[in-house]
């Protein structure tokens, strides 16, 4: 049986399965606090990656090749969309927002 994930919101109770093996959730309710122009760019860079590379990882192109560099940047951009919307929900929880 996998853990289950906890909301990334601190004081925030909801958890969910965690059979993907995610480090990081943010639940709906708080996902919806995120600016609608930052969930958008996370959606376009997570559509980007899946659509030049689908379901591989970066580590799976060969070392220096221009396929893992361009993985490596779309990855990149990925996850930095991600933690902005971490962040920008986390401040909002934390500067006196709804838990």
Known sequence: ?????TCSIPACKRTRHNREGFSDW???KHWTMAPKEMRATYSKARRNYRKRFGDNA???YPAGSEMRLAALAANKALWEAWRRCLDDVTGRCMAGGEL
């Open 26 to 28: 943010i639940c709906g």
């Open 58 to 60: 970066y580590w799976h």
């Open 1 to 5: 049986m996998t853990p289950r994930l």
